[in-house]
């Protein structure tokens, strides 16, 4: 199991306290927040990962500088970021983002899309399908197992053509200890490491 420190807000020098005790993985939302970050600290070790929204002029930068995608939930961005992923680099990571609770205000491809989706990504030999995220709803009674286990059981499907994906993103300060129960591989923690956030008034699903 890997956690993700989720660093947006954060400063660099709030990244480098973190990577000084043996942390590695870093979560960023906003782009061009997470470029600084990511030139700040080119001199360590770390891994990006892109977890926010994805506008298409951004790929190019997301292709660029991050080691993992967590939130693709259309066609079109994976062309883009695969089109884009620089030569020298090894394929960018990616996991599918579910809109497991089929709310209006998130993001994500519905469940029922997943397997069509996730069958195109051979098609794109720059990109490397690990899995897939998701964000419950923040209110369900059951702290979103239900949710969680969906996600899994979709991706214990998949498995079944495609062996190689091995990663559940899934779980938040609000509810990993509920995540972990259900199989995730990744936990995106920020408040419950970093303290409270200033709300952004620019994001409201965060
Ligand atoms: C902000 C964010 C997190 C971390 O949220 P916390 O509740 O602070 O742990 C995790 N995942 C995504 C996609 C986020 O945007």
């Not at 259900?182 to 956030?197: D, N, Q, S």
């Amino acid at each position: 199991m890997t956690l993700l420190a989720v660093s947006k807000t954060r400063s660099a020098g709030d990244v480098a306290a973190l990577a000084d005790q043996g942390q590695y993985h870093f979560g960023e939302n906003y782009l061009q927040e997470a470029l600084d970050k990511i030139r700040e600290l080119a001199d360590r070790d770390l891994t990006w990962h892109f977890i926010g929204p994805i506008q298409s002029n951004k790929t190019r930068d997301i292709a660029a500088h991050f080691h993992w995608v967590h939130s693709v939930d259309r066609a079109r961005i994976a062309e883009r970021l695969n089109a884009q992923r620089p030569e020298g680099l090894a394929p960018l990571n990616v996991c599918i983002q579910v809109n497991v609770d089929a709310e209006d205000s998130k993001s994500g491809v519905a469940l029922a899309d997943v397997p069509a989706l996730a069958a195109r990504f051979q098609q794109w030999p720059r990109l490397r399908l690990r899995g897939l995220m998701a964000i419950p709803r923040a209110d369900a009674a059951d702290g979103g197992r239900d949710a969680f286990r969906r996600l899994a059981m979709t991706l214990s499907q998949l498995r079944n053509t495609m062996p190689a994906l091995d990663t559940l993103s899934m779980g938040m300060s609000a509810d990993y200890p509920v995540a972990i129960d259900e199989g995730a591989t990744i936990v995106r923690l920020g408040t419950a490491l970093f303290g409270p956030r200033p709300p952004k008034a620019s994001n409201p699903a965060v």
